[in-house]
């Protein structure tokens, strides 16, 4: 069994700053890519950063310049986000490609419960 665990979330007051981290756990084989998406109040959910095992860093353009993804070794990512403003405000979902040790040819998108980021003052 897999687990994604974010952790992280709260509120904060606009032009601040808060890290998201999220730690996966269970019988991993391997992890491709590990990312995360948020979803506003009506709002369908949306690309904010993915982090691939080997390769280029990719960022939905909302965030850019003012987010940064990071892997904390295999299992592990993290989200800096500065410079918050009130649009920011979101439920932030983890994923990650994960092979488990049953099937470890076989890639599957795993997904964290979401933590909350609320920016207001």
């Known amino acids: 069994q897999v687990q994604l665990v974010e952790s992280g979330g709260g509120l904060v007051q606009p032009g601040g700053s808060l890290r998201l981290s999220c730690a996966a756990s269970?019988?991993?084989?391997?992890?491709?890519?590990m990312g995360w998406y948020r979803q506003a109040p009506g709002k369908e959910r949306e690309l904010v950063a993915t982090i691939p095992s080997g390769g280029l860093v990719n960022y939905g353009d909302a965030v850019k310049g003012r987010f940064t993804i990071s892997r904390d070794g295999a299992k592990n990512t993290d989200l800096q986000m500065n410079s918050l403003a009130p649009e920011d405000t979101a439920v932030y979902y983890c994923?990650?490609?994960?092979?488990?040790?049953?099937?470890?040819?076989?890639?599957?998108?795993?997904w964290g419960k979401g933590t909350q980021v609320t920016v207001s003052s």
């Open positions: 269970g019988s991993i084989f391997s992890i491709n890519a």
């Open positions: 994923y990650a490609s994960i092979a488990t040790m049953m099937r470890p040819n076989y890639h599957l998108i795993y």
